[in-house]
């Protein structure tokens, strides 16, 4: 599953990068934890990988 290397920075709205690496034959699965941090504001988050398949709230 893909996982984007840089995501907006909530905080501050800087470019946050991602500090977690994919295993390398299988990617990234749902469940599976990517942390990003801003280098701006210093702000870390940890996010969790959803299924692509599951139904939207």
Partial sequence: ???P???TCV?????AGRLT???PDEG???GD??????????QR???VVE???ADPI
């Fill in 1 to 3: 599953m893909e996982v």
């Fill in 5 to 7: 290397e840089i995501i």
């Fill in 28 to 30: 990234f699965s749902p």
């Fill in 45 to 47: 988050f940890d996010l």
């Fill in 33 to 42: 934890v990517v942390a990003f941090v801003c280098p701006d504001c210093g």
């Fill in 51 to 53: 299924d692509d398949l």
């Fill in 21 to 23: 690496t994919p295993p």
């Fill in 11 to 15: 905080e501050c709205g800087a470019a």
